[in-house]
Protein backbone atom coordinates (compact mmCIF):
# COMPACT_ATOMS: atom_id res chain seq x y z
CA UNK A 1 0.00 0.00 0.00
CA UNK A 2 1.02 3.18 -0.89
CA UNK A 3 -0.35 6.88 -0.34
CA UNK A 4 0.68 9.71 -2.65
CA UNK A 5 -0.51 13.36 -1.56
CA UNK A 6 -0.31 16.65 -3.65
CA UNK A 7 -1.66 19.83 -2.53
CA UNK A 8 -5.06 21.54 -2.79
CA UNK A 9 -4.63 23.00 -5.92
CA UNK A 10 -3.69 19.86 -7.57
CA UNK A 11 -6.50 17.94 -6.82
CA UNK A 12 -5.01 16.81 -3.25
CA UNK A 13 -4.03 13.47 -2.27
CA UNK A 14 -4.62 9.65 -3.78
CA UNK A 15 -4.47 6.52 -1.92
CA UNK A 16 -2.97 4.00 -3.71
CA UNK A 17 -3.24 0.43 -2.86
CA UNK A 18 -1.21 -1.98 -4.74
CA UNK A 19 -2.60 -5.24 -2.38
CA UNK A 20 0.81 -7.29 -3.15
CA UNK A 21 4.31 -5.84 -2.38
CA UNK A 22 6.80 -4.64 -0.22
CA UNK A 23 10.14 -3.99 -2.76
CA UNK A 24 12.26 -6.18 -1.05
CA UNK A 25 11.36 -8.82 -3.18
CA UNK A 26 7.89 -10.08 -0.64
CA UNK A 27 5.06 -10.93 -2.68
CA UNK A 28 1.78 -11.61 -1.21
CA UNK A 29 0.98 -15.04 0.06
CA UNK A 30 -1.47 -16.49 -2.09
CA UNK A 31 -3.26 -18.16 1.13
CA UNK A 32 -6.63 -19.46 2.02
CA UNK A 33 -9.19 -22.05 3.32
CA UNK A 34 -13.12 -22.83 3.76
CA UNK A 35 -14.94 -21.34 6.50
CA UNK A 36 -15.99 -24.57 7.81
CA UNK A 37 -12.10 -25.37 8.26
CA UNK A 38 -11.81 -22.06 10.01
CA UNK A 39 -12.52 -22.75 13.37
CA UNK A 40 -10.43 -26.24 13.57
CA UNK A 41 -7.54 -25.11 12.25
CA UNK A 42 -7.18 -22.37 14.83
CA UNK A 43 -7.21 -25.23 17.30
CA UNK A 44 -4.27 -26.67 15.13
CA UNK A 45 -2.21 -23.64 15.75
CA UNK A 46 -2.88 -23.49 19.32
CA UNK A 47 -1.67 -27.14 19.29
CA UNK A 48 0.75 -26.88 17.65
CA UNK A 49 2.50 -24.02 19.40
CA UNK A 50 1.51 -25.02 22.78
CA UNK A 51 1.90 -29.24 22.74
CA UNK A 52 4.47 -30.89 25.02
CA UNK A 53 7.81 -31.65 23.05
CA UNK A 54 9.85 -35.07 23.65
CA UNK A 55 12.50 -34.96 26.70
CA UNK A 56 15.23 -34.82 24.18
CA UNK A 57 15.38 -33.01 21.28
CA UNK A 58 16.49 -36.08 19.50
CA UNK A 59 13.62 -38.22 17.66
CA UNK A 60 12.49 -40.96 20.81
CA UNK A 61 12.69 -44.11 19.79
CA UNK A 62 9.71 -45.37 17.77
CA UNK A 63 8.88 -41.62 16.38
CA UNK A 64 6.90 -41.33 13.56
CA UNK A 65 5.93 -39.18 11.13
CA UNK A 66 2.42 -38.38 10.71
CA UNK A 67 2.82 -38.30 6.77
CA UNK A 68 5.01 -41.01 5.14
CA UNK A 69 7.23 -39.30 2.63
CA UNK A 70 5.15 -40.72 0.09
CA UNK A 71 1.92 -39.31 1.82
CA UNK A 72 3.78 -35.69 2.54
CA UNK A 73 4.65 -35.78 -0.85
CA UNK A 74 1.14 -36.39 -2.41
CA UNK A 75 -0.06 -33.72 0.25
CA UNK A 76 2.08 -31.04 -1.19
CA UNK A 77 1.25 -31.68 -4.56
CA UNK A 78 -2.60 -31.66 -4.05
CA UNK A 79 -2.28 -28.09 -2.11
CA UNK A 80 0.21 -26.80 -4.94
CA UNK A 81 -2.74 -28.24 -7.47
CA UNK A 82 -5.26 -26.02 -5.98
CA UNK A 83 -3.36 -23.17 -5.08
CA UNK A 84 -2.27 -23.03 -9.21
CA UNK A 85 -6.42 -23.70 -9.89
CA UNK A 86 -7.27 -20.75 -7.52
CA UNK A 87 -4.80 -18.21 -8.51
CA UNK A 88 -6.55 -14.91 -9.94
CA UNK A 89 -9.56 -16.27 -10.54
CA UNK A 90 -12.72 -13.84 -9.70
CA UNK A 91 -16.37 -14.46 -9.11
CA UNK A 92 -18.35 -17.64 -7.75
CA UNK A 93 -15.51 -19.98 -9.23
CA UNK A 94 -13.06 -18.81 -7.85
CA UNK A 95 -14.76 -18.48 -4.10
CA UNK A 96 -15.16 -22.43 -4.41
CA UNK A 97 -11.30 -22.94 -5.71
CA UNK A 98 -9.78 -20.77 -2.95
CA UNK A 99 -12.10 -22.34 0.18
CA UNK A 100 -10.42 -25.57 -1.65
CA UNK A 101 -6.58 -24.77 -1.38
CA UNK A 102 -6.83 -22.27 1.84
CA UNK A 103 -7.22 -21.60 5.68
CA UNK A 104 -7.87 -19.30 8.06
CA UNK A 105 -5.57 -15.77 7.42
CA UNK A 106 -4.46 -17.18 3.91
CA UNK A 107 -7.76 -17.21 3.12
CA UNK A 108 -8.64 -14.12 3.40
CA UNK A 109 -5.39 -12.50 1.55
CA UNK A 110 -6.26 -14.97 -0.93
CA UNK A 111 -9.85 -13.64 -1.59
CA UNK A 112 -8.81 -10.11 -1.10
CA UNK A 113 -5.91 -10.88 -4.39
CA UNK A 114 -8.58 -12.10 -6.14
CA UNK A 115 -10.60 -9.29 -6.02
CA UNK A 116 -8.02 -7.01 -6.37
CA UNK A 117 -6.27 -9.12 -9.71
CA UNK A 118 -7.39 -5.96 -11.82
CA UNK A 119 -4.98 -4.07 -10.05
CA UNK A 120 -1.71 -5.82 -10.43
CA UNK A 121 0.36 -5.39 -13.36
CA UNK A 122 1.69 -8.53 -15.75
CA UNK A 123 4.27 -8.97 -13.91
CA UNK A 124 2.30 -9.31 -10.27
CA UNK A 125 -0.45 -11.70 -12.42
CA UNK A 126 2.64 -14.23 -13.42
CA UNK A 127 3.62 -14.45 -9.73
CA UNK A 128 0.71 -15.49 -8.40
CA UNK A 129 0.51 -18.64 -8.76
CA UNK A 130 3.44 -21.53 -7.43
CA UNK A 131 5.19 -23.69 -9.77
CA UNK A 132 4.28 -27.28 -9.74
CA UNK A 133 7.97 -28.61 -10.08
CA UNK A 134 9.74 -30.24 -7.44
CA UNK A 135 8.46 -29.12 -4.63
CA UNK A 136 10.08 -30.16 -1.18
CA UNK A 137 8.44 -31.68 2.40
CA UNK A 138 10.88 -30.14 4.26
CA UNK A 139 9.06 -31.69 8.06
CA UNK A 140 5.83 -32.95 8.72
CA UNK A 141 4.68 -33.41 12.64
CA UNK A 142 5.70 -36.01 14.32
CA UNK A 143 2.97 -38.62 15.77
CA UNK A 144 -0.55 -39.80 14.35
CA UNK A 145 -2.30 -37.28 16.37
CA UNK A 146 -4.21 -34.50 15.24
CA UNK A 147 -3.73 -31.11 14.28
CA UNK A 148 -1.03 -32.27 11.79
CA UNK A 149 1.76 -30.04 9.83
CA UNK A 150 3.65 -30.09 6.75
CA UNK A 151 6.25 -27.54 6.25
CA UNK A 152 7.32 -27.28 2.21
CA UNK A 153 9.69 -25.04 -0.21
CA UNK A 154 8.47 -24.41 -3.80
CA UNK A 155 8.90 -22.03 -6.36
CA UNK A 156 6.80 -18.70 -7.26
CA UNK A 157 5.94 -19.76 -11.26
CA UNK A 158 6.32 -16.35 -12.50
CA UNK A 159 10.09 -15.16 -10.99
CA UNK A 160 10.86 -18.21 -10.02
CA UNK A 161 11.82 -17.43 -6.43
CA UNK A 162 11.54 -19.92 -3.52
CA UNK A 163 8.92 -19.50 -0.91
CA UNK A 164 8.09 -21.54 1.88
CA UNK A 165 4.50 -22.84 2.27
CA UNK A 166 2.55 -24.74 5.38
CA UNK A 167 0.14 -26.24 5.13
CA UNK A 168 -1.98 -27.69 7.83
CA UNK A 169 -4.99 -30.07 9.08
CA UNK A 170 -7.04 -30.00 12.63
CA UNK A 171 -8.76 -33.95 11.71
CA UNK A 172 -8.42 -37.08 9.74
CA UNK A 173 -11.68 -36.14 8.02
CA UNK A 174 -10.43 -32.37 6.78
CA UNK A 175 -8.04 -32.10 3.53
CA UNK A 176 -4.42 -30.07 4.14
CA UNK A 177 -5.02 -26.58 3.04
CA UNK A 178 -2.48 -24.09 2.79
CA UNK A 179 -2.85 -21.84 5.78
CA UNK A 180 0.96 -19.47 5.03
CA UNK A 181 2.88 -18.97 1.68
CA UNK A 182 5.80 -16.66 2.34
CA UNK A 183 8.88 -15.33 -0.27
CA UNK A 184 12.05 -16.63 1.32
CA UNK A 185 14.10 -13.45 2.08
CA UNK A 186 17.63 -12.34 0.04
CA UNK A 187 20.52 -15.03 1.24
CA UNK A 188 17.79 -16.81 3.85
CA UNK A 189 18.46 -20.06 4.37
CA UNK A 190 16.41 -22.97 5.90
CA UNK A 191 18.34 -25.55 8.28
CA UNK A 192 17.84 -29.39 8.84
CA UNK A 193 14.63 -31.10 10.47
CA UNK A 194 14.48 -34.40 11.40
CA UNK A 195 13.75 -36.93 8.80
CA UNK A 196 10.13 -36.94 7.39
CA UNK A 197 9.76 -40.58 8.66
CA UNK A 198 10.33 -40.09 12.16
CA UNK A 199 8.52 -36.16 12.08
CA UNK A 200 9.25 -32.57 13.65
CA UNK A 201 8.75 -32.22 17.41
CA UNK A 202 6.54 -29.21 18.25
CA UNK A 203 8.55 -26.38 20.38
CA UNK A 204 6.48 -26.51 23.63
CA UNK A 205 7.39 -25.16 26.34
CA UNK A 206 10.41 -23.63 24.77
CA UNK A 207 13.00 -25.30 26.29
CA UNK A 208 16.29 -25.04 24.87
CA UNK A 209 15.43 -21.99 22.56
CA UNK A 210 17.07 -18.43 22.69
CA UNK A 211 13.32 -17.42 22.86
CA UNK A 212 9.58 -18.73 22.91
CA UNK A 213 7.25 -18.22 19.83
CA UNK A 214 4.90 -15.79 21.66
CA UNK A 215 7.32 -13.76 23.15
CA UNK A 216 9.25 -13.30 19.56
CA UNK A 217 6.25 -12.61 17.59
CA UNK A 218 5.04 -10.10 20.64
CA UNK A 219 8.35 -8.02 19.95
CA UNK A 220 9.08 -8.07 16.40
CA UNK A 221 5.31 -7.22 16.09
CA UNK A 222 5.88 -4.16 18.30
CA UNK A 223 8.57 -3.05 16.83
CA UNK A 224 7.27 -2.73 13.67
CA UNK A 225 4.89 0.44 14.35
CA UNK A 226 4.53 3.63 12.70
CA UNK A 227 5.60 6.25 14.79
CA UNK A 228 8.91 3.90 15.65
CA UNK A 229 9.15 3.39 19.04
CA UNK A 230 12.03 3.67 20.86
CA UNK A 231 14.92 1.81 20.03
CA UNK A 232 15.28 -1.40 22.12
CA UNK A 233 17.52 -4.19 22.05
CA UNK A 234 15.14 -7.32 21.17
CA UNK A 235 15.12 -11.06 20.39
CA UNK A 236 15.87 -10.60 16.76
CA UNK A 237 17.68 -9.37 14.18
CA UNK A 238 16.28 -6.83 12.21
CA UNK A 239 15.85 -8.10 8.24
CA UNK A 240 14.77 -6.96 4.83
CA UNK A 241 11.05 -7.73 5.64
CA UNK A 242 11.59 -5.72 8.34
CA UNK A 243 13.45 -2.64 7.17
CA UNK A 244 11.13 -2.33 4.08
CA UNK A 245 8.00 -1.87 6.12
CA UNK A 246 9.57 0.59 8.47
CA UNK A 247 10.62 2.88 5.24
CA UNK A 248 7.49 2.17 3.66
CA UNK A 249 5.95 3.90 5.95
CA UNK A 250 8.36 6.35 7.25
CA UNK A 251 8.29 7.06 3.44
CA UNK A 252 4.72 7.60 2.96
CA UNK A 253 4.19 9.17 6.44
CA UNK A 254 6.71 11.80 4.88
CA UNK A 255 4.42 12.10 1.07
CA UNK A 256 1.69 13.06 3.38
CA UNK A 257 2.97 16.14 4.92
CA UNK A 258 1.15 17.74 6.81
CA UNK A 259 -2.24 17.23 5.14
CA UNK A 260 -2.66 13.48 6.85
CA UNK A 261 -1.23 12.01 9.79
CA UNK A 262 -0.32 7.50 9.76
CA UNK A 263 -0.74 5.09 12.26
CA UNK A 264 0.99 1.78 11.95
CA UNK A 265 -0.20 -0.81 14.21
CA UNK A 266 1.46 -4.48 14.01
CA UNK A 267 -0.54 -7.08 16.21
CA UNK A 268 0.22 -11.05 16.59
CA UNK A 269 -2.41 -13.03 14.61
CA UNK A 270 -1.25 -16.37 15.64
CA UNK A 271 1.06 -18.92 15.32
CA UNK A 272 0.63 -21.43 12.60
CA UNK A 273 3.06 -24.04 12.83
CA UNK A 274 5.96 -24.54 15.50
CA UNK A 275 8.37 -27.12 15.21
CA UNK A 276 11.94 -28.27 16.09
CA UNK A 277 14.61 -28.39 13.75
CA UNK A 278 17.41 -31.21 13.78
CA UNK A 279 18.82 -31.39 17.15
CA UNK A 280 21.33 -28.13 17.62
CA UNK A 281 19.76 -26.55 15.06
CA UNK A 282 17.07 -24.33 16.92
CA UNK A 283 13.27 -24.14 15.78
CA UNK A 284 11.10 -22.75 13.05
CA UNK A 285 7.78 -20.60 13.74
CA UNK A 286 5.63 -19.87 11.05
CA UNK A 287 3.33 -16.60 12.34
CA UNK A 288 1.06 -14.31 10.92
CA UNK A 289 0.98 -10.70 11.91
CA UNK A 290 -2.06 -7.97 11.32
CA UNK A 291 -1.12 -4.39 10.28
CA UNK A 292 -3.08 -1.47 10.35
CA UNK A 293 -2.55 1.84 8.60
CA UNK A 294 -4.79 4.63 9.87
CA UNK A 295 -5.00 7.52 8.00
CA UNK A 296 -6.35 10.95 9.10
CA UNK A 297 -7.03 13.80 7.20
CA UNK A 298 -5.85 17.24 9.15
CA UNK A 299 -6.95 19.16 5.65
CA UNK A 300 -10.44 18.08 3.85
CA UNK A 301 -10.87 16.75 1.25
CA UNK A 302 -6.63 15.25 1.49
CA UNK A 303 -7.81 11.71 0.12
CA UNK A 304 -9.00 10.23 -2.51
CA UNK A 305 -9.11 6.46 -2.74
CA UNK A 306 -7.89 4.07 -5.26
CA UNK A 307 -9.49 1.60 -7.38
CA UNK A 308 -8.10 -1.02 -4.88
CA UNK A 309 -9.50 1.02 -1.91
CA UNK A 310 -12.49 1.27 -3.70
CA UNK A 311 -13.30 -2.55 -4.51
CA UNK A 312 -12.31 -3.51 -0.98
CA UNK A 313 -14.02 -1.00 1.29
CA UNK A 314 -16.76 0.02 -1.72
CA UNK A 315 -16.23 3.72 -0.72
CA UNK A 316 -15.23 6.15 -3.58
CA UNK A 317 -15.49 9.18 -1.03
CA UNK A 318 -13.51 9.28 2.01
CA UNK A 319 -14.55 12.47 3.90
CA UNK A 320 -12.53 12.52 7.01
CA UNK A 321 -10.39 8.81 7.80
CA UNK A 322 -9.21 5.45 6.11
CA UNK A 323 -8.08 2.26 7.22
CA UNK A 324 -6.20 -0.46 5.60
CA UNK A 325 -5.50 -3.94 7.27
CA UNK A 326 -2.97 -6.19 6.17
CA UNK A 327 -1.85 -9.80 6.98
CA UNK A 328 1.86 -10.83 7.61
CA UNK A 329 3.69 -14.22 6.98
CA UNK A 330 6.32 -14.84 8.87
CA UNK A 331 8.84 -17.58 9.63
CA UNK A 332 11.22 -17.25 12.21
CA UNK A 333 14.19 -19.37 13.11
CA UNK A 334 14.90 -19.48 16.66
CA UNK A 335 18.20 -20.63 17.68
CA UNK A 336 19.08 -22.34 20.84
CA UNK A 337 20.88 -18.97 21.90
CA UNK A 338 21.46 -15.52 20.19
CA UNK A 339 19.17 -13.98 18.02
CA UNK A 340 16.22 -14.97 15.96
CA UNK A 341 15.95 -14.16 12.21
CA UNK A 342 13.17 -14.08 9.95
CA UNK A 343 13.98 -16.37 6.81
CA UNK A 344 10.77 -15.72 4.98
CA UNK A 345 7.68 -13.07 4.43
CA UNK A 346 4.81 -12.09 2.46
CA UNK A 347 2.19 -9.59 3.25
CA UNK A 348 -1.28 -9.07 1.15
CA UNK A 349 -3.57 -6.04 1.85
CA UNK A 350 -7.18 -8.12 2.88
CA UNK A 351 -9.28 -5.35 3.94
CA UNK A 352 -10.02 -1.34 3.56
CA UNK A 353 -12.47 1.15 5.40
CA UNK A 354 -13.36 4.68 5.74
CA UNK A 355 -15.01 7.55 6.79
Same mark, same amino acid.
Given at each position: ?????? $???? &???????? %???????????? @???????????????????? /?????????? =???????? #???? &?????????????????? %??????????????????????? %??????????????????????????????? /?? #?????????????? @????????? !? +????????????????????? *?????????? #?? +??? @? +??????????????????? !?? !?????????????????? *? +???????????????????????????????????????????? *?? $?????????????????????? =??? &?? $???? @???????????? $???????????????????
Amino acid at each position: MTLHHR $SRAA &NLAALAVT %GIALSVAVSACS @SSTPSTASATSKATARATAT /AKPSESTKPA =SGAVGAET #PEQA &NAEVAKAITAQIAAAAVP %GTKGKALREAAYVDQALAAATAQ %GKLVSTLTAAQKADLALSPTDPVVLAVSRSA /AY #PRVILAKATFAGSG @SPALVTLVT !P +GADTAYRIASIARMLPSATVG *KFDAVTVGSA #PI +GDA @S +GLAVAPDALLAAYSAALAY !PA !PAAAEGPFTEDAFFAAVR *K +GAADQAASLGSAVTLKQTHAPAGVVAALRAATGQGAYVVAVIER *KD $SLTEKTANALTPSKAFTILSGK =SVI &NK $SAVL @STYEFVVFHIPA $SGKATVVAAAEQLYAASGT
